[in-house]
């Protein structure tokens, strides 16, 4: 793996992360097999707390499945192993004394199919995740937390009156930010996101894309995309993908957005962000 010369860019400023919030997370030479097949070898990344990093690259290099492993979900599937560490804030999320719910309520996801819980009411959706990670609130409580994560997705003003009405009849642009606002609702200090565009119309994408630019600062975002320009939009950081004749999935190159879209090191990686390949 190679890394740009604009690593030693300086990041651009933004505005304070809320204490306790946005967290580092870097992955230390992460492999990862499904049974004898290797996905992914020897990945190391650092994602800079309270920033947004785009995983890019084309279909079967193991983007998605390097977004999984950041939040444990990887090690659910049957057959799949992984090697390596990746911390949170310095502290590795795999070590046998963390528990598993403990990572999930600390790096959220969001996937590429709005998932919300359509027989719960818009409400209830956002609340869900407080019982599942033992989280007790009054009602005002909970009514505050419901607006302070509908307003941070974006959803707020279409939804305030429908707080009652199923989930699942929403439109899908806000399903998927009704999905954003419930992983909100639990604090966590990262968010995943898996493609979270890729089936929606472009007026749900660009108001998606606005949410992401508002939580930066706030939360660190991880975002897999196979759109340049959204990566090039969104992104401060952009890490390059690729799998060349059936090895594993590695990175070519990571940086600073700018840098990788118009001064790559790696002739690849020009190659895809041109749309030579891929």
Request: glycine share 8%; net charge neutral.
């Amino acid at each position: 793996m190679t890394a740009s010369p604009s690593d030693t860019i300086p990041l651009p400023p933004v505005d304070s992360p809320a204490p306790g919030t946005a967290a580092e997370l870097e992955a230390r030479s992460v492999s990862a097999w499904f049974g004898d097949h290797k996905v992914l070898d020897r990945v190391s990344l650092t994602m800079p707390a309270g920033r947004v990093t785009a995983l890019i690259g084309p279909s079967g290099c193991g983007k998605s499945t390097f977004l999984r492993i950041l939040n444990r979900m990887h090690e659910l599937i049957p057959s799949a192993a992984l090697a390596g560490e990746v911390l949170l804030g310095g502290q590795d999320i795999y070590a046998p004394e963390r528990r598993l719910t403990d990572a999930r309520k600390q790096i959220g996801m969001v996937f590429q199919k709005p998932n919300p819980f359509p027989a719960m009411s818009v409400y209830e959706n956002v609340t869900a995740g407080l019982k599942l990670t033992g989280v007790r609130l009054g009602r005002d409580a909970k009514d505050e937390l419901v607006e302070h994560c509908l307003t941070k997705a974006g959803l707020w003003n279409e939804v305030r009156d429908r707080l009652r009405q199923p989930g699942g009849a929403l439109s899908g642009g806000q399903q998927q930010r009704l999905c954003i606002a419930r992983s909100l609702a639990v604090s966590p200090r990262v968010l995943l996101m898996d493609e979270p565009c890729s089936a929606l119309d472009p007026t749900s994408t660009r108001r998606v894309e606005e949410t992401i630019k508002e939580l930066a600062g706030e939360v660190t975002v991880v975002i897999v995309t196979h759109n340049m320009q959204q990566a090039a939009r969104v992104s401060d950081r952009c890490a390059f993908f690729l799998a060349e004749q059936g090895t594993p999935g590695g990175i070519v190159e990571h940086g600073i957005t700018s840098a990788m879209f118009t001064n790559p090191a790696d002739p690849r990686t020009a190659d895809y962000v041109n749309g030579r390949f891929g």
